[in-house]
């Protein structure tokens, strides 16, 4: 045979052999054992789909859930006979009647998630037929998408990816009818699925209109109560905070962030004083002037806030920002600079802001607006009187200067009084103030800020009480500065006439550590942080934390946060006109595109593989090359007793090997599976066989 034609020859008749071998018999699977295989993986895609579910359910649905999944565990590993119909009844009776004594309804995201959960449950007990197994499926598909209505948070999402890919291997597995394939082959197709489904998952996601209000949510719902500031502040009520690790807000500024000693986020202002507790002022005896505030340009810090729902229309930023303008939030400043937005913050919003370290507000005050804030209740804090009047006594507050005297002198009486900052402040009784100023002597921030602005409005001096949240934690990682409810803090404001509203915060006086550090410092100079919180200080440990909350804020940025101002942004950089028009024929031809690249691939005509055949036609062309005929309908067991007469004896004991392999695995019954390892060792004996006729 000449060399110049053995090649092509020899691919031809590979070929043909291969389509004549393409028939031989699959690897033999019992149905019962497949069938319990894919009941296992599909109560692991059932464990993966409920689990998220568990930390808003009740207790009694939870241990239910559990009980029947792993009932229907022990009727699979112990092949038991599963219930029938009429005993279903009872249970799902049972579970409709729980559920409408828990919720008083059966629908509802609450009581409709529930009830939804115990049904899949429950058809997990019955499941018999591949129909069974379908409906098990796409009911888990159904409640994987009810989970974002309570969190959207990253491990959702990855457990709702892996619950999938589970989920499409145990459906490929029962599509397969009259063959099985191995686990690795199934995995590789589901592997392809997911692989041709992320183009079409980014187009729709990045170019897919975008509206106002949260994707996921019911009408009229809430997501729960969140720990926070409040509308009020009583002693204790802001140091409650501490033990609450939860994020407030993230921000990440365009140049190295400020000093902590200067992170002072504005929140809710508090002027009225019931003896007890502040609160904002609700009714003013002479409206108060339109805010005037005047800034420095030159000191500008310019920041994005990434703030978490609080069921509040307050903004929290630095003191003291400009509003920015075009912003779906629409915020403006009340008549005490707070930033408030349009309606309530109810899902996770972002907004970039300029705030300016030299500034001054409410110079336009007048005695008459200014009265407001000299309000105090009769009756209460007598010893703070006496107090008082000996102060004004020594600092008259008509003499020049007088204000800031006094405001000196109270700082340096707290500096100098032996009063200490704690975290776990003695209780107070009627006369709040008397008791902290004169017997107790320890305070958290609330104490000493509301002793502060009491002590000044007896003097004569308008005063209020400012909170919001001092300080943050700065990632290294993504370089976000993250500020935590246990952040929350209160400080003082005194109207100083020609500098209007100046910020006074007396904790700074007594702890300076608190405003360089946080409070979480002083938590753990006192022994008071809790054990598992302790934990978090090891440095291993807080490199892992910072890992961790970086990837959790990339999530938010990126995927959560990606609003309509952000899909604008995206099309501007793409040189287009950011309008509906533009983005319709870009969704639209995007779409088009991907789906007829996807549908080429998908239903173009591919043969099947046969790695077995394929290897006994490799065989087949090594024994033509070799001189030796070949005929396609012999088996591996005819062709042998040929080979006996034609080939040299030197060679002829591999060839019985190699037969002997193809005859065990493609014939034999008793046989396993092959196994990859099998198909490599015979794939290495083919390829080294080189035959000699006799």
């Known amino acids: ?67 029947l999944w792993v009932w229907r565990l022990w009727l699979t590993s112990s092949r038991g006979a599963l219930p029938g119909h009429f005993a279903m009844l009872p249970l799902l009776a049972g579970a409709a009647g729980a559920v409408w004594l828990q919720h008083g309804t059966l629908l509802g995201r609450e009581a409709g998630v529930t009830f939804l959960l115990l049904l899949m449950a429950l058809k997990l007990l019955e499941m018999r037929a591949r129909r069974d197994v379908i409906i098990v499926i796409f009911l888990c ?89 409040s509308e009020s502040m009583s002693p204790g009520s802001i140091s409650k905070l501490l033990e609450s690790n939860e994020i407030a807000f993230r921000a990440e500024f365009a140049a190295e962030p400020p000093s902590n000693d200067r992170l002072y986020w504005r929140g809710p202002v508090l002027g009225y004083f019931s003896g007890r507790f502040w609160a904002p002022l609700r009714a003013r005896a002479i409206a108060s002037p339109p805010l005037e505030m005047r800034k420095d340009s030159k000191a500008a810090t310019e920041y994005a806030v990434t703030l978490e729902a609080h069921q509040r229309d307050w903004l929290f930023a630095l003191e003291m920002a400009a509003l920015p303008e075009a912003d779906p939030l629409e915020p403006r400043f009340s008549s005490e600079a707070q930033m408030l937005a349009r309606q309530p913050i109810s899902e996770r919003v972002r907004y970039r802001l300029a705030s300016y370290t030299r500034f001054a507000i409410g110079l336009n005050e007048t005695p008459e607006t200014l009265h407001d804030w000299l309000q ?23 003499q020049r200067g007088g204000t800031q005297r006094l405001v000196l002198a109270v700082l340096d009486h707290f500096r100098r009084g032996g009063y200490r900052y704690t975290l776990e402040p003695p209780l107070l009784g009627k006369h709040s103030v008397d008791e902290f100023l004169f017997d107790t002597r320890l305070g958290y921030c609330e104490h000493y800020a509301s002793a502060f602005a009491v002590v000044m409005r007896m003097v004569g001096v308008p005063a209020r009480v400012v909170t919001g949240y001092q300080g943050g934690e700065l990632n290294p990682i993504d370089r976000f500065l993250t500020v935590r409810q246990s952040d929350a803090h209160a400080w003082a404001e005194v109207w100083i006439a020609g500098r209007g509203w100046v910020r006074i915060d007396p904790t700074a006086v007594v702890a300076p550590l608190r405003i360089e550090n946080g409070a979480r410092e002083i938590a753990r100079r006192q022994g008071l942080v809790p054990l598992g919180d302790s934990v978090i200080e090891i440095d291993w440990v807080r490199r892992v934390r910072f890992n961790w909350e970086a990837v959790q804020n990339s999530w938010y940025q990126w995927v959560l946060s990606y609003s309509p101002e952000r899909q604008r942004d995206f099309l501007l950089k793409l040189g287009l006109i950011p309008d509906w028009r533009t983005l319709a024929w ?41 001189g030796i005929g070949v005929s396609l309908h012999e088996g591996p067991r005819d062709l042998g007793r040929r080979l006996e007469r034609e080939m040299a004896a030197e060679t002829l004991a591999g060839a019985r090997e190699i037969l002997q392999a193809f005859e065990q695995w493609r014939y034999s019954r008793a046989s396993p599976t092959m196994t990859p390892g099998a198909l490599r060792d015979l794939r290495r004996a083919v ?3 080189r035959p000699r006729a006799a």
């Open 141 to 229: 598909f159904f409640i994987l998408l009810t989970e974002y209505l309570f969190s959207q948070s990253l491990p959702v999402a990855v457990l709702t990816v892996a619950a999938v890919i589970l989920l499409f291997f145990v459906l490929v597995s029962a599509n397969l009818v009259e063959q099985d394939l191995p686990a690795t082959r199934k995995l590789r197709l589901v592997g392809l699925v997911f692989a041709k489904s992320l183009p079409l998952a980014a187009a729709m996601f990045l170019l897919f209109p975008r509206v106002s209000g949260p994707l996921w949510g019911l009408p009229g719902e809430t997501f729960g109560n969140r720990t926070g500031l």
């Open 586 to 626: 870009l969704f639209g031809g995007s779409l088009i595109v991907l789906l007829s690249v996807l549908a080429f691939f998908s239903l173009r005509h591919r043969s099947e593989r046969d790695p077995l055949a394929e290897l006994f036609a490799r065989f087949q062309i090594r024994l033509r090359d070799a």
């Open 376 to 398: 105090l209740p009769a009756g209460f804090n007598p010893r703070t009187r006496d107090f008082a009047e000996e102060l004004r006594r020594q600092v008259p507050e008509t």
């Open 1 to 67: 045979m000449a060399n110049g034609t053995r090649p092509g020859r020899s691919r031809q008749a590979w070929n043909v052999l291969r389509a004549a071998t393409s028939g031989f018999v699959a690897p033999q699977v019992s149905t019962a054992a497949r069938e319990r295989r894919d009941t296992l993986v599909l109560l692991g895609a059932v464990a993966l789909v409920v689990a998220p579910h568990f930390e808003h359910l009740p207790w009694w649905a939870t241990s239910l859930l559990v009980l």
């Open 687 to 689: 390829s080294r066989f």
